[in-house]
C-alpha cells in the first residue's frame, strides 16, 4: 500500500496525491463531489487499493458515479473496471473520440462519450469536456473544466518531479516545459492551449504536480508560446 495524500484544492474537489518514491514522481486524482460524485484519472491498476482507500475518507465507493479521463494510458484509465466493479452505478466518461477507438471496447460497461462543449452537470459542479487532440498525448485527448469552480483538470500539461506540496502559486509555465519529450505538438497546440487561457480559470488541477491557484492564464500563454517557438524550430530545421 502506498501513502495517499488527500487535500481539498477548491470547493468540493479534492486532489489525491501518491508520490512514487522509486521513480521520483508523483500522481494526482481528482474526486469531484456532488450528487453524483466523479473521480477524474483512475490511476493505476496497482494503486487501486490504496487511491480507493483515499477515496472512500471522502465518499463511499458505491457512490461515485462517473470515472473520467483524459486520454487512454494506465495512469489515466489503467484501473478503469476495478472501479467500475466497486461502484456498480459508475459510467466511464472521456471523449467522443476516445470511447470510439478504445473505451467503448475495454470498459466493462458501456461509457458516456462527451462532445466538445458537452456539460455534464453532476449535480453541484458543471463539468465542461474540451476536446484537445494530440495535447499532451493522442488524438482522443482532452480535459475538463468546472465551470462551478473554475478549476481546470488539466492533465498532463504541465508535469513536475519530485515530491511537491497540494498547492501552489509559482510559476508552473517554468522555462523549458515545451521540451518535455512526452508532448506529441502539432501546429494547432499553441491555438489549443490560447484557447484554454480564454477560460476563467482560478485552478490549474495538474496530474503530476501541485494545483496552480496563481496567473493562470499567463501560465498557458506562456506555454503556447514555448510551444511555438518549439514548433518554428522544428520547421526551420
Same mark, same amino acid.
Given at each position: ?19 512514487? *518514491? ?5 500522481? *494526482? ?18 494503486? #487501486? ?31 478503469? *473496471? ?76 504541465? *508535469?513536475?518531479?519530485?515530491? #511537491? ?17 512526452? #508532448? ?36 498557458? #500563454? ?16
Amino acid at each position: 500500500m502506498h501513502e495517499v495524500r488527500v487535500t481539498e484544492i477548491a470547493d468540493g474537489i479534492h486532489q489525491l496525491t501518491t508520490y512514487l *518514491n522509486e521513480i521520483d514522481f508523483g500522481l *494526482n486524482q481528482y474526486l469531484v463531489s456532488g450528487d453524483e460524485p466523479l473521480l477524474f484519472h483512475t490511476g493505476l491498476r496497482s494503486l #487501486y487499493d490504496s487511491i480507493s482507500d483515499a477515496v472512500a475518507r471522502v465518499v463511499p465507493l458505491r457512490d461515485l458515479r462517473w470515472v473520467g479521463f483524459g486520454h487512454v494510458e494506465a495512469d489515466e484509465c489503467g484501473s478503469l *473496471n476495478q472501479w467500475l466493479a466497486a461502484a456498480p452505478d459508475a459510467i466511464a466518461t472521456t471523449g467522443i473520440t476516445g470511447c470510439m477507438v478504445s473505451i467503448a471496447d475495454i470498459a466493462d460497461r458501456p461509457p458516456r462519450a462527451l462532445a466538445d462543449g458537452e456539460i455534464l452537470d453532476i449535480g453541484g459542479h458543471r463539468m465542461r469536456w474540451i476536446d484537445t487532440p494530440h495535447l499532451p498525448h493522442g488524438w482522443e485527448a482532452g480535459l475538463l473544466y468546472d465551470e462551478s469552480t473554475k478549476t481546470l483538470l488539466c492533465g498532463d500539461l504541465f *508535469n513536475q518531479w519530485g515530491p #511537491y506540496p497540494a498547492t501552489t502559486t509559482d510559476d508552473i509555465a517554468v522555462p523549458g516545459a515545451a521540451e518535455d519529450p512526452s #508532448y506529441a505538438l502539432t501546429p494547432s497546440s499553441p491555438a489549443i492551449l490560447r484557447r484554454l487561457a480564454e477560460l476563467d480559470i482560478t485552478t490549474l488541477a495538474q496530474m503530476h504536480g501541485p494545483a496552480f491557484t496563481g496567473d493562470c492564464r499567463a501560465a498557458l #500563454y506562456t506555454l503556447a508560446e514555448q510551444f511555438e517557438a518549439r514548433i518554428a524550430a522544428v520547421a526551420v530545421a
